[in-house]
């Protein structure tokens, strides 16, 4: 089973349709995952917590909790027992999924791990010792089945 990839929202102009694929976020995943956009959409399901953007907030995207909450037991039952890893401390939370970063744990069925949001505001990234972890840990994520 393919491992499923869950994000906050579609970036403002992303297409819903094709979450954590095109803009930037999506391009930092296939870079660390050291794979091709082909291989990246062929071995990996894809979804948002919300099928929206929701809009800024100061530097970056909003993100209405108590809606993605609610989103998010709906879609409990589907994601049952697979293998995710969610894209952001944000959608992990509304998932119900609060762990350490870069670890697997057990989860409805399954087991989960959190990637810190790749985007330009989190400041995680900023740290040299942090990206070669998550490299590390992406480009085994990129040959799990």
Do not use: C, T
């Amino acid at each position: 089973m393919k491992v499923l990839l869950i994000g906050q929202a579609p970036g403002r102009g992303g297409d819903p349709s094709r979450p954590l694929l095109g803009g930037r976020v999506g391009s930092k995943l296939i870079s660390m995952l050291g794979i091709s956009e082909r291989e990246y959409v062929r071995r990996f399901d894809r979804i948002n917590a919300l099928n929206f953007w929701p809009g800024k907030n100061g530097k970056g995207d909003r993100f209405p909790m108590r809606e993605a909450r609610k989103i998010a037991l709906r879609k409990l039952n589907v994601i049952s027992g697979r293998r995710i890893l969610f894209v952001g401390i944000a959608a992990a939370n509304a998932f119900g999924f609060d762990h350490a970063l870069l670890r697997w744990r057990r989860f409805n069925g399954g087991r989960a791990a959190i990637l810190p949001h790749p985007s330009g505001v989190n400041r995680w990234w900023n740290d040299l010792i942090n990206r070669q972890n998550a490299r590390r840990f992406m480009r085994r994520v990129a040959h799990l089945r």
